[in-house]
């Protein structure tokens, strides 16, 4: 990351690329625009430019603009731009000219007058929006599902009716011996299920399939750069938060037929195992060297955390409820595992810990930014902080290599999915199984739900508080590169908030039956492992052609994800359900 790849991002996203930006037969390439710079003056202007997100970034020189002349360049549209430009005359001036938005495949105007002022930029050509396709393909699912919806409501009003008005003395002969004859009935594994935990999960292996095939390139439906929050941010803790809901009953089914807590952690171990495996397997579809293969992994980080929760669990729980009825039976879900709840928050104190006093050669004590351009350029070799730190250290080349932020620019590797993330989904898996045993503690729906709206409040709260309910200036910055303290709680938020509405719609109201997404939740290992394996692969992707657009590809996005959720239909129906 030394000074001669300082230009690498801009080059890149901010090329001089006239050739495309004055041939109107020549399309422009997703999420970029043209900008022509009217140099006004008798000297050289360096123009520069870095995305606002770029939080505490110098601007990066894009091009020289020659003097009294006209040159366009091609821009990234993705985030608002800083611009700025260099005045190489006689005052030597650097000139800040604030952010401006810019729209795909829109182009604009900006003149460099001589008195060193910054005028607006202005628009050549208002393009349309791009966020019609999206728009487009919400209403297009609607209308599918109420036509089905609709279509299905029909039926059963036409089956009912024809049921009353067509008892025969043979359907009476048959009720007679059915009632004589109790009838066997057959339980599936799908009719025995929880059926918003399936939901819950179906949604978000669904949402994953989606933007892990590239969300329709849309900026909010990918990963946040750095610091932030978007969509796809919310996938791998929801996943997360779903294993430790299951955990609470699973084992207190076991330990009350009699299991013995060695044979069950056995059993924990068996899956922490295979989940690895598959997560090994994926890692090594592109890259199977063994000298560069990727250790860490979404599986695995999923896999250790469930691990260490289920074990917790199975030691410390008791197969029958101890709890002591007094003035405190409201917070019994609480006190009766406070032992699991203080070996927990040890854990997150010892990372806590170690991210913010863990001595990081040439780094500041704490520090959790990107490198790259980030801190004036200050702490370019410091990606990741204590973190990336640590896995550079542990793994070496066996980890995520990718060195260029777009928005930071230049970094060093640092693996979302490393050791200390997978402590921080500790707490995250932690928060399932506190939902998980709210569940198992009380029995009526409305405590349930209340306890469940409480920690999404509470849990909401504490990460803004420690981000200072802002994207960069407070103490634990929302981070899911880093799954900070903050992105744990805010992630946890969000899942406690959806699943009580899911329970209070499916399960407590029964207003919806949770179709389509229970049956994908149903089967979430399969379909994880499945839409890796065939990514990119015909009839679930296909070439989009030399210039794709947001339309092209999001249609494309969105017929893989439908594809897989039919598959997960099929599956349910036939009563096939794959279990680790």
Known sequence: CGGSDKNLLFTMSLKNLSGVCLDQNKSLPIDTAC????????????????????????????ADIPPNTNTTIQISTKYPLKIYYNDTGATKSYISCGSSSFKQHGRYGWNITKDNSCSSVYTLYEPWNPYLPLLAAVMTYLLAFAIIFTSKLIINVVRTYLAKHAVSQNDIDRLQESESTPEMVAVSKTAMRLQALDAFRGIAVLLMIFVNNGGGKYVFLNHAAWNGLTVADLVLPWFAWAMGFTIVNSVRVHLRVSVSRTRLIIKQLRRTVLLILFGLLINSQHNSSLSELRFPGVLQLLAVAYFICS?????????????????????????????????????????TCITFFLHVPGCPRGYLGPGGYHHYGLNVNCTGGAAGYIDRLIFGQHMYQKT????YGPTLPHDPEGLMNTISAVLIVFMGVQAGRIFVTYYQANSRIIRWFAWFVTTGLLAGILCNFSQEKGWVPVNKNMMSLSFVLCTSSFAFLL?????????????????????AGA???????????????????????????????????LWTTTLWAIIAYLFYKKDFLITI
């Open 35 to 62: 900008l022509s710079i009217n140099n006004l003056n008798d000297h050289v202007v360096t123009f520069l430019s870095n995305f606002e997100d770029c939080f505490l970034c110098y601007g990066q020189p894009v």
């Open 311 to 351: 074990v917790i669990e199975t030691c410390l729980a008791s197969p029958q409820r101890t709890f002591q009825f007094g003035r405190f039976v409201f917070l019994q879900d609480i006190l009766e595992r406070w032992t699991q709840w203080m070996v927990v928050l040890v854990i997150i104190l010892v990372h």
């Open 404 to 407: 260029m932020n777009p928005v």
């Open 499 to 519: 699943f009580s509405i899911l329970y209070y719609l499916i399960d407590h109201k029964k207003f919806w039956s949770g179709v389509p997404f229970i049956y």
């Open 523 to 557: 089967n979430p290992i399969l379909l994880y492992v499945g839409h890796y394996l065939t990514m990119g692969l015909f009839p679930f992707a296909w070439e989009t052609g030399t210039t794709p657009t947001h339309a092209s590809v999001l249609a494309m996005n």
